[in-house]
């Protein structure tokens, strides 16, 4: 990284192949970093903003990558860490800009072998990965498995450990029926229902009625009452509750719809409904079809709105026809949900700023404002800045209520003591790869 953080240079290892035996190179880097930057005809770039700052790339040698900055970005090596960033062979995104869509090919420890749709994925070890005497397993069965199965696999021993976590109801259902068998770890989850109005269909272009229906949610007793039965557990602002930007209690309930008093905020609800003209409101929610947490978030829209005269229907779709509705903005309130690999403004702030800039706002909302703040936080390196920026984004934000967080998740975690020793926390569950933690044994 240069001086003025504007350039960063990366020197790549010169032993990595891809699975069809071809080198990966500075072009697959820089194809692959221009495909997220500036996405091709036909390609949505989910966190395109996120890499705004970068202005080009550079490829001097087949094993250097230059990237160039427009302002120096306070999360730009996070951004670098990503997960999320596959890097793809140019030849063949050249060839197919929609390649990654129906094709797999990598560069990592295991080989795609078969996936079953509704059943299972399988792997086995890439003989030229770059690290010698790795992998330490000939393959690898992911089995996609839901409910009752998971808690069952649990039980006969066939599960180590799984994703998503487990209910509360689930964790002490596994301690009493494992014991010492099982190992239980909770922690804050980078996760949060969010509730996306649709500003391009009346009245949620209206400011007063986004945050009328913002303000009569009861999130404080809901958490309360949900956290023994769901992964919702804590009332925050755009920044994971508990993070070092997260906003403290005593700010926070003085913003629109995070007070304590929920009769007052809903006696203020009506108000702004009436000073709007709005009356026996019917509005439809559409709902991932993934029972936790989202039914849940969608039960509590329906109690809270109802409080205030409003009627709501769930429309319950499988992600794939949630995804289309949603893109096609025929809807009139979303419930969606953010979840990232980490505590950053820049990562988590996407979905609330422009949708020009980012397709991820799904409320479809331009607030030049928000924008100019994004990018002020990102240039800024004093923390301390930065939080004031953020808190200042957040505000403002949550005040037009384009898009609000409900509650945020807990993440709960069961180990099977086979697993005793790894060291593993909830951390490795968020874009891991888990080829050596959920096996089908």
Same mark, same amino acid.
Request: hydrophobic letters at 40%; a neutral charge; glycine letters at 8%.
């Given at each position: 990284?240069?001086?003025?953080?504007?350039?960063?240079?990366?020197?790549?290892?010169?032993?990595?192949?891809?699975?069809?035996?071809?080198?990966?190179?500075?072009?697959?880097?820089?194809?692959?970093?221009?495909?997220?930057?500036?996405?091709?005809?036909?390609?949505?770039?989910?966190?395109?903003?996120?890499?705004?700052?970068?202005?080009?790339?550079?490829?001097?040698?087949?094993?250097?990558?230059?990237?160039?900055?427009?302002?120096?970005?306070?999360?730009?090596?996070?951004?670098?860490?990503?997960?999320?960033?596959?890097?793809?062979?140019?030849?063949?995104?050249?060839?197919?800009?929609?390649?990654?869509?129906?094709?797999?090919?990598?560069?990592?420890?295991?080989?795609?072998?078969?996936?079953?749709?509704?059943?299972?994925?399988?792997?086995?070890?890439?003989?030229?990965?770059?690290?010698?005497?790795?992998?330490?397993?000939?393959?690898?069965?992911?089995?996609?498995?839901?409910?009752?199965?998971?808690?069952?696999?649990?039980?006969?021993?066939?599960?180590?450990?799984?994703?998503?976590?487990?209910?509360?109801?689930?964790?002490?259902?596994?301690?009493?029926?494992?014991?010492?068998?099982?190992?239980?770890?909770?922690?804050?989850?980078?996760?949060?229902?969010?509730?996306?109005?649709?500003?391009?269909?009346?009245?949620?272009?209206?400011?007063?009625?986004?945050?009328?229906?913002?303000?009569?949610?009861?999130?404080?007793?809901?958490?309360?009452?949900?956290?023994?039965?769901?992964?919702?557990?804590?009332?925050?602002?755009?920044?994971?509750?508990?993070?070092?930007?997260?906003?403290?209690?005593?700010?926070?309930?003085?913003?629109?719809?995070?007070?304590?008093?929920?009769?007052?905020?809903?006696?203020?609800?009506?108000?702004?409904?009436?000073?709007?003209?709005?009356?026996?409101?019917?509005?439809?929610?559409?709902?991932?079809?993934?029972?936790?947490?989202?039914?849940?978030?969608?039960?509590?829209?329906?109690?809270?709105?109802?409080?205030?005269?409003?009627?709501?229907?769930?429309?319950?779709?499988?992600?794939?026809?949630?995804?289309?509705?949603?893109?096609?903005?025929?809807?009139?309130?979303?419930?969606?949900?953010?979840?990232?690999?980490?505590?950053?403004?820049?990562?988590?702030?996407? +979905?609330?700023? #422009?949708?020009?800039? =980012?397709?991820?706002?799904?409320?479809?909302? /331009? @607030?030049?404002? &928000? !924008?100019?703040?994004?990018?002020?936080?990102?240039?800024?390196?004093?923390?301390?800045?930065?939080?004031?920026?953020?808190?200042?984004?957040?505000?403002?934000?949550?005040?037009?209520?384009?898009?609000?967080?409900?509650?945020?998740?807990?993440?709960?975690?069961?180990?099977?003591?086979?697993? +005793?020793?790894? #060291?593993?926390?909830? =951390?490795?569950?968020?874009?891991?790869?888990? /080829? @050596?933690?959920? &096996? !089908?044994?």
């Amino acid at each position: 990284m240069s001086s003025d953080r504007l350039t960063y240079t990366f020197k790549l290892r010169p032993n990595v192949l891809f699975h069809d035996g071809s080198k990966l190179t500075s072009n697959d880097v820089k194809a692959s970093y221009e495909r997220i930057v500036h996405p091709p005809p036909g390609v949505v770039s989910a966190r395109k903003v996120d890499y705004a700052a970068i202005s080009s790339i550079d490829t001097p040698d087949p094993r250097t990558v230059v990237f160039h900055l427009q302002w120096p970005e306070a999360a730009m090596l996070a951004n670098f860490a990503s997960p999320w960033n596959c890097i793809y062979s140019a030849a063949k995104l050249a060839a197919d800009p929609l390649f990654p869509k129906t094709q797999i090919l990598g560069t990592g420890a295991f080989v795609f072998g078969e996936h079953v749709k509704g059943q299972y994925w399988r792997g086995g070890r890439w003989d030229k990965y770059f690290q010698p005497g790795k992998p330490y397993l000939d393959g690898y069965r992911a089995d996609f498995i839901t409910g009752g199965a998971v808690m069952a696999g649990y039980k006969t021993g066939r599960i180590a450990a799984e994703f998503r976590g487990v209910t509360p109801v689930q964790r002490d259902e596994l301690v009493e029926a494992l014991g010492d068998r099982v190992e239980v770890s909770e922690s804050p989850w980078l996760s949060t229902l969010l509730v996306a109005f649709n500003t391009h269909r009346p009245p949620f272009d209206d400011a007063r009625v986004r945050r009328a229906l913002s303000l009569a949610i009861d999130r404080w007793g809901a958490a309360a009452r949900l956290q023994g039965s769901t992964f919702l557990k804590y009332v925050g602002g755009v920044m994971r509750p508990g993070s070092s930007m997260a906003t403290p209690e005593a700010e926070l309930v003085t913003i629109p719809g995070f007070a304590h008093d929920i009769a007052a905020s809903r006696e203020e609800a009506r108000r702004l409904l009436a000073e709007a003209g709005v009356h026996d409101l019917k509005l439809t929610v559409m709902v991932r079809d993934i029972p936790m947490p989202h039914y849940a978030g969608a039960d509590l829209l329906a109690e809270s709105w109802r409080e205030i005269g409003v009627t709501t229907t769930q429309d319950r779709r499988n992600i794939w026809d949630w995804q289309k509705v949603i893109d096609g903005g025929q809807f009139d309130v979303a419930l969606d949900f953010s979840g990232d690999f980490y505590d950053d403004p820049t990562i988590q702030l996407t +979905k609330f700023v #422009s949708h020009d800039l =980012s397709p991820v706002n799904y409320s479809g909302s /331009t @607030d030049r404002f &928000l !924008d100019a703040l994004f990018i002020g936080q990102a240039v800024t390196s004093d923390p301390r800045q930065r939080v004031k920026i953020v808190r200042d984004f957040e505000r403002h934000a949550l005040t037009e209520a384009y898009t609000v967080p409900l509650l945020w998740w807990n993440r709960i975690v069961a180990t099977s003591a086979t697993l +005793k020793g790894w #060291s593993i926390t909830p =951390s490795h569950f968020i874009g891991q790869d888990l /080829t @050596d933690v959920w &096996l !089908d044994q």
